[in-house]
């Protein structure tokens, strides 16, 4: 039974209207008209006419908020396996949802706004943090001090982390970034990350190799691209581990980035659980070792490869490590360079 905010419109064999909410059509003007809804809608409820197809369904999105809908067709026939006499179209009007995406939109670029002072704050926070670490000023005195600036130094950075991917989580997921395509090689982009990487890998002792295979060159946004490695690469074994970045084409011919460690691994019932944004997962470690805690990077990256048309798939087992691989479709790639060295 439709909902009462559907309208009902049966038309016959020809696709002419006959009753609306079973109204005559002279006497009820608010009825479907296929002639006014596009080719593509009248060739759907051909094919459903002419038994092509057993449904039919249309998103009507280019109008005012008031005059979207969408609309199902469906076949009527005294006989399933007879001739189609006619059909009914249900237009359910989509106002409702247009207007609370665009509240929903509203809502996030005042959030933007916000998440943005606070990282003004928090940047001037951090140098200040900075400055007391180096002794810009003139020493401390008390060690104590030091250590407390570093505590600070540190915390906040990590805080503007989670920040920058709170902004870009949103943004992605509810506002769109307006790509910027160029050819981007992707075994350039790798090492390029890689070396970003290295004073944080000095520091928590970890190793480091990259293993361009086929490295191609796509057609991609490289801020996106870039994104996603470095959440890949940070997210990646804790102090001590290795971390093996691989860069080809897999067996489909398709472009893929892939990061794979050493760590403690994800269970089984865990995989899906830290790829939603701000899903809490029973391990503490487990967290800490795919996401920095704040269950944000992983997410942030699978929607940024999806923005491409590509995708983002977890692999893990306790104790055996874990390989996040990021693919691009075949569509993106403009070249195969030779492998660096």
């Not at 003007?29 to 080719?39: A, I």
């Not at 830290?274 to 470690?285: E, G, H, N, T, Y």
Request: glycine share 8%.
């Amino acid at each position: 039974m439709a909902a009462l905010s559907d309208l009902i419109t049966i038309v016959d064999g020809g696709g002419h209207v006959v009753t609306a909410f079973g109204s005559r059509t002279s006497a009820n003007s608010r009825q479907v008209d296929p002639q006014q809804l596009g080719e593509a809608f009248i060739q759907g409820l051909h094919a459903v006419l002419t038994k092509r197809r057993d449904s039919f369904e249309h998103v009507d999105a280019d109008r005012p908020p008031e005059k979207c809908a969408r609309y199902r067709v469906l076949p009527l026939g005294a006989d399933p396996d007879g001739p189609v006499i006619g059909a009914v179209i249900v237009r359910h009007p989509l106002q409702d949802v247009i207007l609370a995406n665009r509240r929903v939109s509203d809502t996030l670029h005042q959030v933007a706004d916000v998440v943005h002072d606070l990282r003004t704050e928090l940047n001037a926070v951090i140098g200040f943090a900075d400055m007391m670490r180096q002794e810009s000023w003139g020493k401390l005195g008390d060690d104590h001090y030091r250590t407390y600036a570093e505590h600070i130094h540190l915390s906040g950075n990590h805080l503007l982390q989670q920040i920058n991917q709170l902004l870009d989580l949103s943004r992605a997921e509810y506002l769109g970034p307006n790509l910027q395509e160029q050819d981007v090689d992707l075994a350039a982009l790798l090492n390029q990350c890689c070396q970003s990487m290295d004073i944080l890998a000095q520091r928590s002792g970890l190793a480091v190799s990259v293993h361009p295979q086929e490295a191609p060159t796509v057609r991609a946004d490289f801020r996106l691209i870039r994104r996603v490695v470095l959440n890949l690469l940070s997210n990646a074994t804790p102090t001590g581990g290795r971390i093996a970045a691989t860069t080809g084409l897999d067996h489909l011919g398709r472009p893929f980035l892939s990061v794979r460690d050493n760590g403690i691994g994800i269970r089984a019932d865990h995989l899906d659980k830290v790829m939603q944004p701000f899903a809490q997962i029973d391990s503490l470690q487990s967290r800490r070792h795919v996401d920095n805690g704040s269950g944000l990077g992983l997410p942030l990256s699978k929607r940024l490869m999806e923005l491409q048309g590509g995708s983002l798939v977890l692999e893990s087992a306790p104790d055996q490590g874990t390989t996040v691989t990021a693919w691009l479709p075949r569509q993106r790639m403009v070249a195969v360079a030779q492998p660096s060295g």
